[in-house]
Nanobody, 119 residues
Framework: QVQLVESGGGLVQTGGSLRLSCAAS????????MGWYRQAPGKQRELVAA???????NYADSVKGRFSISRDDAKNTVYLQMNSLKPDDTAVYYC?????????????WGQGTQVTVSS
């Protein structure tokens, strides 16, 4: 199993920036795609950004040009740099990691970190 520890959430004004981090630890033979999702009150969880093991990225249309996802495989950590934040970005952000242990593939979630953007 892999444990995920998120950090970097908080309260920021419109137009501000935050950087989220998610560190994975535990037993995994390889970590594949990593990503960030978010869930606002009364809404479904949605994909924000994802990055494959080869570095290919994918973003929700609503964050393109403002958010950037990256990973440091030496540290088993994925980052989400969020710029030009808007009140609509307010949500709990969850890290998601897909990995292999032996012949089995797993997906795990972080505990979530609150991001609040004030207008």
């Amino acid at each position: 199993q892999v444990q995920l520890v998120e950090s970097g959430g908080g309260l920021v004004q419109t137009g501000g920036s935050l950087r989220l981090s998610c560190a994975a630890s535990g037993s995994a033979d390889s970590i594949n795609a990593m990503g960030w999702y978010r869930q606002a009150p009364g809404k479904q969880r949605e994909l924000v950004a994802a990055i494959t093991s080869s570095g290919s990225t994918n973003y929700a249309d609503s964050v393109k040009g403002r958010f950037s996802i990256s990973r440091d495989d030496a540290k088993n950590t994925v980052y989400l740099q969020m710029n030009s934040l808007k009140p609509d970005d307010t949500a709990v952000y969850y890290c998601n990691v897909n990995y292999r242990s032996g012949y089995v593939f797993y997906t795990d979630w972080g505990q979530g970190t609150q991001v609040t953007v004030s207008s």
